[in-house]
């Protein structure tokens, strides 16, 4: 098997496609998720608002009380364009202190703060002007330390798909539909509170929801699909694949690869994202699926939280009618910058690791997070090679704010393809080597794992970046 680091997760594993499985009922149809309404006061300025408040939403055949953003799970699609100016305020209407982080977006840290906090009856407006180069799917969530684990699992996220400022809002020459992953567990109608385990492997639900439904189903309305996929989940890994399908990977954590990479499998560790073309060739029923798969939980596996069981989940059904239009491949985009070959203004290597007990705490160079601590130093305009070493005993996605890097390697095995990314899987056992590219803005930011327990327990640290 082909290993593909850093793509779509820790890398798309290339193997026999997935066989089909036992029918399974379907709830509906895929819903689109719920735009967020937006105000244009004048040419290129966007204006648009969200409340974190709780909410009464249907959750397949139940009613649940979750906290939402303007009251749907997901939050709504807040669809932009490059070179836009937005202000985007955020209301709290929570009982306890929340934030916005904009993931994905490279954004000056002054204005996607992770160290923010939002008080209740509090609103903040958030700012910027989206770069060029931001074409494609990124997401908000909260991110006020030491409470981003249980805002995000009872509902709080929603997805960002940013348009270039040349094409079209639909593209012509594909279907395109935004598609969130996100697990839930209910108890009493709200959201199953963290038992002291969870804190260790991780918050998994029993209900896998595609668009906020259980088992939708997604009827093609062209042979040529584009899905963008975003795992939303607080520490699931999805290794998704499509019966009798491949996947045409076109872009991963929304930067567009120059070659797209043909796989049957996709590996969606939480935070990620991925863009994928999927060529309906005959008429059918096709389930995507969701693959058994082991993140290393030690001792903890087992259950809704630990190892996946031993048969694929129908996440949802893809139906293809008879008389649809074919529709040829996009070209790839352009190139992207290659900084395999560059050299590095500083090298520096973060060993994640695990407290022994339970209750321990989960560290970056054996520190747990201090948000009065500056962890790395680096200056403006250069670029950096950070090799990030996973000694624990179970997989940590991890994830820098602000800057995206390049993946280099894994476990010295070069990559390949120029992968650029804002999560990147590591293994137990792996080392991974990053470039981080130092560009846009100065300020001070974080990096941690992201599931999200761990990083509320410790994970996470600072990075700050000065003037040259």
């Not at 029918?23 to 689109?32: E, G, I, S, Y």
């Not at 499509?242 to 690869?257: I, K, M, N, P, Q």
């Not at 705490?361 to 670029?383: M, S």
Request: charged letters at 25%; proline letters at 8%; a neutral charge.
């Amino acid at each position: 098997m082909l290993r593909l680091a850093g793509g779509a997760a820790a890398g798309m594993l290339l193997a026999p496609r997935a066989a089909p499985v036992s029918a399974r009922p379907v709830d509906r149809h895929l819903p689109f998720p719920r735009r967020l309404r937006l105000a244009r006061p004048q040419r290129g300025v966007v204006e648009a608002t969200l409340v974190a408040a709780p909410a009464t939403v249907r959750v397949h055949d139940r009613l649940a009380r979750l906290w939402t953003y303007n009251g749907s799970l997901p939050g709504p699609l807040l669809r932009l364009r490059e070179g836009e100016h937005v202000r985007l305020r955020l209301t709290n209407r929570l009982h306890e202190e929340t934030n916005l982080h904009l993931h994905g977006l490279r954004v000056s840290p002054a204005v996607d703060d992770p160290f923010l906090s939002i008080s209740p009856g509090e609103s903040v407006l958030y700012e910027f002007d989206v770069p060029q180069g931001s074409r494609g799917l990124h997401w908000y969530h909260p991110h006020v330390h030491g409470r981003v684990a249980q805002q995000l699992f009872a509902g709080l996220a929603g997805p960002i798909l940013v348009d270039a400022a040349d094409e079209p809002p639909r593209p012509r020459d594909v279907a395109d539909r935004v598609v969130v992953l996100k697990d839930l567990e209910l108890v009493d109608g709200a959201p199953a509170p963290h038992a002291f385990a969870d804190w260790r492997r991780g918050k998994e639900g029993r209900l896998l929801l595609v668009n906020g439904a259980l088992a939708p189903a997604l009827v093609a309305t062209d042979r040529l699909l584009r899905l963008r996929f975003l795992n939303a989940s607080n520490a699931r890994y999805y290794r998704l694949a499509l019966e009798e399908h491949a996947f045409r990977l076109v872009a991963s954590d929304g930067h567009a690869l120059g070659q797209p990479l043909v796989v049957d499998e996709l590996l969606l560790a939480p935070g990620e994202r991925a863009d994928a073309l999927v060529a309906l060739e005959r008429e059918g029923r096709f389930a995507l699926l969701d693959l058994p798969y082991d993140r290393g939980a030690g001792m903890m596996m087992g259950g809704p939280g630990g190892a996946a069981g031993p048969e694929p989940v129908r996440l949802m059904t893809i139906v293809r009618p008879p008389g649809i239009a074919a529709r040829a491949v996009p070209p790839p985009y352009a190139a992207a910058e290659d900084l395999r070959q560059r050299p590095a203004d500083a090298v520096r290597r973060l060993v994640l690791a695990e407290g022994m007990m339970m209750g321990g705490g989960f560290t970056i160079n054996g520190r747990t997070f201090d948000p009065g601590r500056v962890e790395l130093g680096a200056r403006l305009g250069t670029v950096e090679v950070w090799e990030i070493e996973n000694r624990g005993r179970m997989d940590h996605p991890f994830h820098l704010h602000t800057y995206p890097f390049q993946v280099l390697s894994r476990n010295g095995a070069p990559e390949s393809a120029v992968l650029w990314k804002d999560v990147v899987n590591v293994r137990p056992g792996e080392v991974v080597r990053v470039a981080v590219a130092l560009r846009d803005f100065a300020g001070r930011t974080v990096f941690h794992c992201h599931i999200v327990e761990h990083e509320d327990r410790g994970m996470m640290g600072t990075l700050e970046v000065t003037p040259a």
